[in-house]
């Protein structure tokens, strides 16, 4: 399994803007799909945001398109996610996953990632 470590979640207003970072080891972003989840206090964890191993094609949950992007970087072997015209209802923890290496299926499906961060919570007051 691969080990991921979120952090940049924080207290802002609405309208603002805050990135996440996910920092993976043990397996290459590059090689797995790695996707973005949110779970708000007292509901299920829900799909945000996922990228393509190989060709980073990215999907997007409908309520987050448009203002928030999923992105990577090799380099550093890390997943970012850019959050911006930040809503209240945007307020829960966040968790970065991975599938296992080269799969690619079912992306807006917790049960898809075999690895899970701790998660980050993100706070937006109106």
């Known amino acids: 399994q691969v080990q991921l470590v979120e952090s940049g979640g924080g207290l802002v207003q609405a309208g603002d803007s805050l990135r996440l970072s996910c920092a993976a080891s043990g397996r290459t972003v590059s090689s797995s799909s790695m996707g973005w989840f949110r779970q708000p206090p007292g509901k299920e964890r829900d799909f945000v945001a996922a990228i393509k191993w190989g060709n980073g094609r990215t999907y997007y949950g409908d309520s987050v398109k448009g203002r928030f992007t999923i992105s990577r970087d090799n380099a550093k072997n890390t997943v970012y996610l850019q959050m911006n015209s930040l809503k209240p209802e945007d307020t829960a923890v966040y968790y970065c996953?991975?599938?296992?290496?080269?799969?690619?299926?079912?992306?807006?499906?917790?049960?898809?990632?075999?690895?899970w961060g701790q998660g980050t919570q993100d706070t937006v007051s109106s």
């Open positions: 996953g991975a599938m296992p290496q080269f799969y690619s299926s079912g992306y807006d499906d917790r049960t898809s990632y075999d690895s």
